[in-house]
């Protein structure tokens, strides 16, 4: 079976004053069209190498890294980006900003079409009638929401979510989650997100791969099934609590914390009661 | 609104000139000391003919030498904003050429091209103004962040393109800043030429002649009439940025 996105044994050293400085050293990942991989890994791992690397920004010193079977050698129109900055374009409003995409790989689309294209975007994640607002304007959480849909606009099958959320605040988060969610039922997507957030990675992706510290393998592969809608309350299940116990201990052992020996199995579905005092001193 | 806008520079303005006149009446200054604006009047008078044609002498070489400053440095802030190689070659040679005071360049320029004062006062203005242009569009350039970059250069956009739709317009607000700097400093240039080389013309001229016939009042009135020249321009580069780059300004709380 193929996978849309397959990158196998691939190595990379970046070239600084001192030497070479290798930042990766066989990472493998596969995600299946229409899947959610999340990446975590300790800060400095390589997360950010990964994207330059499927968005073709940048090739590996060695191993392979296909989209549809096909080897990635340059940027491609397919792909859409979004960063924990959202990088509007401050001189232009949100719509326009929307539209940037389409004025690079769809010149041949009207502009109202164009147009249309990003304000029914816009209309999905909650900002119709802040299109002719200025970045300046909006909040952090309606900033990155507009990034979301730029990354979108022009359909890509593959979205790169470079830790889109990691700026906002943890309501703000929880909210966007959820407009992740609904853009992806609307408008299938491929999608590979980096992030720092264990709590993220479980209620989002379908995949969860851990990776070493520098220079970076793919160290661990959580698949997560998914069936129905999902709420929050999921994220406070025993099951999630086993997950993310498994995820942490998988990040002590990147860091060199813990012992690669398996996370201690916690199956026992009694969530340990904390000892809460009846009156306060 | 309007009131803030304009009636407020006026007022402070005339309460400048009437502070001026009462220190001047109050030490009892004769007007060879100190020119008081009342004493501005009558050399306006006299000379308004000529105040219109030198005003129009020193206007016209000062736009023109800012106009080839802004063409000059913006095209070597280009290129210091591109690539690091030339932004390190260049730096040093650029800080050094602009710690040179211009004055001590102005005899050296009037002598090289003995006669060409419409050229001299030109060069001379453009000489002492594309600094500060060209410092400013390398650093906009340079400091653009990579993700701005990433975001079309992942579409595949070609370097032109990130150059129109992102890099240009991002850089604007530091090129305005750097443009009003460059206006008075414009100013200064025309005037040293003007001022320095003989059979000079324009309102260093004028400044020059008053000197020599000791008409401290018109020596006086030529520094308003540039300080008055220097505002009108400083405004039409704010008229500018309002258009073009009116987007950096945030609304004030």
Known sequence: MTHLIDIAGVRHAYTTAEGPLPVLDGLEMQVPKGGFTAVVGPSGCGKSTLTRLVAGLMRPDEGTVQLHGEKVTGPRATVGMAFQNPVLLEWRTILKNVMLPLEIVSSKMSRAAQEDRARHLLKLVGLEGFEDKRPSELSGGMRQRASLCRSLVHKPEVLILDEPFGALDAFTRED?????????????????????????????????????????????????????????????????????????????????????????PRIDPEPTERAVPETLP | MIFRKVGVPFAAMILFLIAWEVLVWANGWPNYRMASPSDLIPAYERYWPLFLEMGWQTLWRTVVGLLLAVIVGTGIGLVMGISRTLRDGLYPLLVGFNAIPKATVVPIVALMFVGAHDFNTVLIAFMISFFPIAVSVSIGLSTLEPEYRDILRALGASQATIFWKIALPKTLPEFFGA??????????????????????????????????NSDYPLMFAVLLALAALGILLYYVVVALEKTFAGWAERPSG
Do not use: C
């Open chain 1, 176 to 264: 966007l989650w959820q407009t992740l969610l609904d853009l992806k039922s609307q408008e299938p997507f491929t999608g590979v997100l980096i992030t720092h957030d264990l709590r993220e990675s479980i209620f989002l992706a379908d995949q969860v791969i851990v990776m070493s510290a520098r220079p970076a393998r793919t160290q661990y592969v959580m698949d997560i099934p998914r069936s129905g809608p999902r709420t929050l309350d999921d994220l406070y299940t025993p099951e999630a609590a086993e997950r993310l116990n498994i995820l942490r201990h998988q990040i002590e052992v990147a860091q060199g914390r813990a012992p690669a020996e398996p996370a201690e």
């Open chain 2, 179 to 212: 443009l009003k700097v460059a206006v008075t400093l414009a100013f200064i240039g025309t005037n040293l030429m003007e001022i320095v080389s003989p059979h000079g013309r324009g309102l260093g001229a004028l400044f020059d002649s008053g000197k020599t």
